[in-house]
């Protein structure tokens, strides 16, 4: 026990590190995945093939080297930011092409005819997708979104090997002041499992809110 309590200012830091990473890409990767489903089922041609593309790129490059990317790779073209704002652009990226088919697929359970009927009375493809096609998707991709941005919070575990304050990180400081390792790595992983129960019990209530009935 007195691992985290001589040290819980540390797991505090990378705690909360690990939260605002986490949070932050969260809100990145619904609103890219949001996008990047809606041009996969748009009209327009060259829409689908970008967001093809992203979905494709994103889901086969493994996230350490997109960390390498980001993080290394754009200050070389005169982007610079701080090392969090990099690990929240390249965790919400890789998240959102998962997000993207998560969108994709419950859009692809709604009827065809529903948006046929939407174009017959008028409607643009924007306002169909938007007042006809999503809300009915959305009851059924929340289990999935889920699950994907429980993935996501773990995922940000790679930011520590990039100087960004977080949860995992701070097993090197403890393990230089001597501490058991197994204790630090115990500590951490009850971190890791807080985090991800919170965003397991919103997505149930959501769930139980608007989810499809089985």
């Given amino acids: 026990m007195n691992v985290l309590t001589d040290n819980f200012s540390t797991y505090w830091k990378g705690f909360l590190g690990t939260v605002e990473l986490t949070v932050y890409a969260s809100v990145l990767a619904l609103v890219l995945g949001f996008v990047m489903a809606s041009f996969r089922v748009a009209p327009v041609g060259s829409f689908r ?46 998240t959102s092409a998962f997000i993207c ?51 996501l919070a773990k995922n940000s575990a790679i930011a520590g090997a990039f100087s960004v304050t977080e949860l995992l990180g701070t097993y090197k400081t403890l393990s230089e002041l001597g501490y058991n390792i197994i204790w630090t790595f115990v500590w951490i992983a009850l971190g890791y499992l807080v985090i991800t129960l919170a965003i397991s019990a919103l997505f149930n209530i959501l769930e139980k809110r608007w989810g499809v009935a089985r």
């Fill in 49 to 94: 093939a970008f967001g093809t593309a992203w979905v494709t790129v994103l889901r086969n490059t493994p996230l350490t080297l997109l960390f390498f990317a980001v993080l290394l790779g754009l200050p070389r073209f005169g982007l610079v930011l701080p090392f969090t704002v990099f690990a929240v652009l390249a965790l919400g990226c890789y």
């Fill in 101 to 151: 088919e998560a969108l994709r697929s419950g859009i692809n359970t709604v009827p065809r005819g529903q948006g046929e009927a939407a174009r017959s009375l008028g409607m643009t493809f924007s306002q169909t997708l938007a007042h006809v096609i999503l809300p009915q998707a959305f009851r059924s991709v929340i289990p999935p979104v889920g699950s994907t941005l429980i993935a």
